[in-house]
């Protein structure tokens, strides 16, 4: 026999493509668990009817209705001064109002949309401000509407809320 006709051992693999090759896989194991973990809908957001919350009382809802108050009027005030456009202040006038209707009901309001409060039935109040003034304002093409109105309708909301 030659040295030519030897056989050769199988080829051995280093330690560092087998712990690469489980990094990688746990690497997809985790990616895949973020990706069920991330899009799964949220348990918190209830459509189907609010959580029923005890609304404030008495002194605590003056509060909320003059802390919000003062929130718009707020908001009022840059828009005149110019450090608010009209489309930021219509959205910044929808989310004070949303937040309001939050804390005085627990109703989530600033993570639903227009058609979601429509189905709960919300005050038409609330409705007619996010469907008039604020929607337009923050979704159409084209100039916002006039922050003053939607401001008014938003005092219209904190005042009639209940």
Known sequence: MSAT??????????WGWIVLALGVIALLILA???????TRPKRSIALHGAAQVTPPTGDVLSLLRTEYS??????????RAGTLTARAANLELSR??????????????????????????????LIDAISRHYY???FRRGPALDPHAGADAARAVVKSWH
Not at 5 to 14: F, I, K, M
Not at 32 to 38: A, D, E, N, T
Request: proline share 8%; charged share 20%; aromatic share 14%.
């Open 70 to 79: 003062d929130e718009i009027g707020r908001i009022e005030a840059a828009y």
């Open 32 to 38: 895949l668990w973020l990706v069920f973990f991330l």
């Open 96 to 125: 004070v109002v949303r937040t309001f209707v939050n804390e005085y009901s627990g109703l989530e309001a600033p993570v639903l949309a227009l058609d979601d409060l429509v189905r709960l039935g919300v005050q038409p109040e």
């Open 5 to 14: 006709d030897e056989l050769y051992p199988p080829a051995q693999y280093g």
């Open 136 to 138: 337009p304002s923050v």
